[in-house]
T-cell receptor, first 110, second 118 residues
Framework: QSALTQPASVSGSPGQSITISCTGT?????????VSWYQQHPGKAPKLMIY???NRPSGVSNRFSGSKSGNTASLTISGLQAEDEADYYC??????????FGTGTKVTAL | EVQLVESGGGLVQPGGSLRVSCAAS????????MSWVRQAPGKGLEWVAN????????HYVDSVKGRFTISRDNAKNSLYLQMNSLRAEDTAVYYC???????????WGQGTTAIVSS
């Protein structure tokens, strides 16, 4: 049950697009289309941004999109805004019927 | 409005026990899988355990197996996490969360802090 691998930080200028990767194994990310993404601002609870790889919950901006290829999932933020500065975590269901989070990525708008 | 409110955190000595609770409102608890997720100070999120609607299916992360017990009382709209044989590395904010979508947690509480220290 090792954590999924994410880059520690990603930055971009306002208006640009950034992509956060989430690398797992054939026992988690690669096994199912059950990858979700969470946004967490400092001192706050996480917020669901993407579920089942690429679906957005109601109320989440369409600037957020998700995809997956093999054992790697990705979250793309288009038109980066200052309010997008936060920590982002991926999460995957596993073949052991458990879940595992990614290591987390700090997003900075330069 | 969906609400999850955790309580029960506090300071406990290594080897001690603590039970944290989560009060749910605004939805029918019995129809949802629920989970506990924790976050150590300055660290990332860690999935701890989950439980299905009637409590018949439960899963844990390896690091808490045999020490933590997740349970629920749907009649009281409450979720629990009994934590025994606590270690310093269990120090964290503990969040309860609802699986509103399959395999995704769409509602979270504000968290309750457990500190394991002598």
């Amino acid at each position: 049950q090792s954590a999924l691998t994410q880059p520690a930080s990603v930055s971009g200028s306002p208006g640009q697009s950034i992509t956060i990767s989430c690398t797992g194994t054939s026992s988690d990310v690669g096994a199912y289309n059950y990858v979700s993404w969470y946004q967490q601002h400092p001192g706050k609870a996480p917020k669901l941004m993407i579920y089942e790889v690429s679906n957005r919950p109601s109320g989440v901006s369409n600037r957020f999109s998700g995809s997956k290829s093999g054992n790697t999932a990705s979250l793309t933020i288009s038109g980066l805004q200052a309010e997008d500065e936060a920590d982002y975590y991926c999460n995957s269901y596993t073949t052991s019927s458990t879940y595992v989070f990614g290591t987390g990525t700090k997003v900075t708008a330069l | 409005e969906v609400q999850l409110v955790e309580s029960g955190g506090g300071l406990v000595q290594p080897g001690g026990s603590l039970r944290v609770s989560c009060a749910a409102s605004g939805f029918t608890l019995s129809t949802y899988w629920m989970s506990w997720v924790r976050q150590a100070p300055g660290k990332g999120l860690e999935w701890v355990a989950n439980i299905n609607g009637d409590g018949s299916s439960i899963h844990y992360v390896d690091s808490v197996k045999g020490r933590f017990t997740i349970s629920r009382d749907n009649a009281k709209n409450s979720l629990y996490l009994q934590m025994n044989s606590l270690r310093a590395e269990d120090t964290a904010v503990y969040y309860c969360a609802r699986y509103g979508y399959y395999a995704a947690m769409d509602a979270w509480g504000q968290g309750t802090t457990a500190i394991v220290s002598s």
